[in-house]
């Protein structure tokens, strides 16, 4: 247990602040993109076909 709570610690001490966070996540918005059109509504289909696979 107190592994688990050292190790919580440091990856909590490691973490970079909340701005720097909060940039990296705006630099990759937008990034991926897909062909299909309607991959926010149907997500749930889409994952479950790729699994299938």
Known sequence: MSAL????????LDMP???????RAMD?????????????TRHDEYAADAYAE
């Open 5 to 12: 709570i050292r190790d919580a610690v440091d990856r909590t």
């Open 17 to 23: 602040d909340a701005a720097a966070v909060r940039r």
């Open 28 to 40: 990759v918005a937008g990034v991926f993109a897909s062909a299909e059109g309607d991959l926010a």
